[in-house]
């Protein structure tokens, strides 16, 4: 499964290219000098230099964070949407480190990312840990948007079967999901405090927005009852800037088409729709070249791309993302920025070779600042 970019511990093409290189002379500090120059450059790498030498988190200036994130989202290489890095909007909430005061600063980052739809990229940065390591609040849920997976008596899930771990540890933190137990009950926010406890936030109704799934042609298809919520906002990764670790820095894209209809609602280890679909669309499931995956595929695809039009949310089709990237990829390079970039992430899992970016050589160059998994952190202290 090394092609999956969720298992995937590498690149896969070109081979040569395998694994994360230096950048050379690049340091953390460098994008200072994008705000800052002459003296003033000077003092404030002093500055952080003192602090980090002290073993306190960087002295960031509010605008000198926002810069950072925005330089973090520039040069995470698994995200094909860079071409908007620019435009990330950066609350900066540092002084916050209370789990009440967090889980209500997530609701408002939510509403401003949602948007009416319009949906705007969006990052909250919480405190810092005091010293490394120590304990700092985060959120235990990887998204602030998830799906219950219910595990049943006889080993059935109904509803996302990645989140069943999530969903039973709500459950033990007395979670009290709806009587019927369906396919789509959204999860509440575990997070856990300064003292290490964990404690349950529900999310108050209507706060998040989903689309139901329609298909433009295919009047049946609204029955399969299928939906998914407007804008996934990462709420578990650490963002790493000037030698700092912000270990509760939630941010959110837009998504992209294929996200939803070639892996969250398609891999038969999540909601696992082929098989219906190609049912309803009278196709033989008994003939691999029939091709009733892919044309199953493609008909979820379209549903979930002119639902989100229809409803008025902001999505990318892969097509779009791809030629996006390209035009990321060209301004880098004008830049005098060779672009850090998994092909294993950035090639959408649709069409794959109907995108430039399929065509296109990546190579992986480490970088600061970006954004990590916790399973990447621990494995480099
Ligand atoms: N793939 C994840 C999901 O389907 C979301 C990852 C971030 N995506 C984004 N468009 N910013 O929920």
């Not at 511990?9 to 230096?22: D, K, Y």
């Not at 994130?69 to 209370?98: E, F, K, Q």
């Not at 030629?323 to 990829?329: D, L, S, T, V």
């Amino acid at each position: 499964m090394s092609g999956c970019p969720f298992h995937a511990s590498a690149s896969v093409l070109p081979p040569s290219a395998a694994g994360p290189s230096s950048g050379g002379a690049a340091d953390e500090l460098d994008f200072l000098a994008e705000l800052h120059d002459g003296a003033n450059l000077a003092r404030r790498r002093a500055a952080y230099g003192a602090a980090l030498a002290a073993g306190r988190p960087a002295p960031f200036s509010a605008e000198e964070l926002r810069h950072a994130a925005r330089v973090g989202w520039r040069n995470h290489a698994r995200c094909i949407g860079r071409l908007h890095w620019r435009g990330l909007d950066v609350r900066d909430h540092r002084h916050l480190d209370d789990a009440d005061q967090i889980a209500a600063s997530l609701r408002e980052h939510l509403a401003l990312a949602q948007n009416d739809g319009a949906v705007r990229p969006v990052m909250t940065v919480f405190a810092p840990p005091e010293t490394a390591g120590g304990p700092v609040p985060r959120m235990i849920n990887h998204q602030l948007c998830a799906y219950a997976g219910h595990r049943a008596a006889d080993g059935a899930v109904r509803g996302d079967p990645k989140n069943v771990a999530l969903t039973e540890r709500a459950l033990a933190l007395g979670w009290n999901p709806p009587a019927e137990r369906g396919r789509f009950d959204l999860l509440p926010w575990i997070i856990a405090g300064r003292d290490g406890r964990e404690r349950l936030f529900p999310l108050p109704a209507g706060l998040v927005r989903e689309v139901p799934l329609r298909h433009p042609d295919l009047p049946w298809f609204e029955e399969l009852g299928l939906r998914w919520y407007a804008v996934p906002v990462i709420a578990d990764m650490v963002f790493r800037a000037a030698g700092t670790d912000f270990p509760c820095a939630p941010f959110n894209g837009w998504y992209m088409g294929t996200e939803i209809g070639a892996r969250n609602l398609a891999d038969p280890d999540r909601y696992d729709q082929l098989p219906v679909i190609a049912e309803k669309l009278g196709l033989d499931r008994r003939r691999n070249r029939a091709l009733w995956k892919d044309r199953a595929l493609v008909e979820l695809n379209v549903a979930v791309l002119h639902s989100f039009e229809r409803e008025g949310v902001k999505i990318v089709d892969h097509h779009a993302a791809s030629a996006e990237f390209m035009k990321f990829y060209e301004r880098e390079r004008s830049a005098g920025r060779e672009v850090s970039a998994r092909w294993d992430w950035i090639v959408p899992p649709l069409s794959p070779a109907t995108t430039e970016v399929y065509h296109t050589p990546m190579r992986e160059i480490a970088r600061s600042p970006d954004f990590l998994t916790r399973a990447e952190v621990a494995a480099v202290k």
